[in-house]
């Protein structure tokens, strides 16, 4: 199984960058597809981006396109979420997850492994 871990969040003023890393130990993670969800104080757990397993598809939340990249480092073993243009909108703890299938879903329950996330906060 894999273990992921989670970094990068912090205190960015609006219109700041971030980026967030996934860093996960056993199998390699192109055998993984992983996505990055994040949850708000109050609000439900929601899914901002993703890529697939072995060949790299991405998608991403409405919300979020254009502003945020999905990327892969197979020799890092490492998945980031480059985001820009933050919002105090986004303001929200960061979970990566990872899971053995081979369709890119936006459910966070058809995920299996889970980082312990990062806070990222944007101020206004």
């Known amino acids: 199984q894999v273990q992921l871990v989670d970094s990068g969040g912090g205190l960015v003023p609006a219109g700041g960058s971030l980026r967030l890393s996934c860093a996960a130990s056993?199998?390699?993670?192109?055998?993984?597809?992983v996505g990055w969800f994040r949850q708000a104080p109050g609000k439900e757990r929601e899914f901002v981006a993703g890529?697939?397993?072995?060949?790299?598809?991405?998608r991403y939340a409405d919300s979020v396109k254009g502003r945020f990249t999905i990327s892969r480092d197979n020799a890092a073993n490492t998945v980031y979420l480059q985001m820009n243009s933050l919002k105090v909108e986004d303001t929200a703890v960061y979970s990566c997850?990872?899971?053995?299938?081979?369709?890119?879903?936006?459910?966070?329950?058809?995920?299996?492994?889970w980082g312990q996330g990062t806070q990222v906060t944007v101020s206004s």
């Open positions: 997850a990872a899971d053995n299938s081979w369709v890119l879903t936006t459910a966070p329950g058809n995920y299996n492994y």
């Open positions: 890529i697939r397993r072995g060949t790299p598809t991405t």
């Open positions: 056993g199998p390699t993670v192109s055998t993984y597809t």
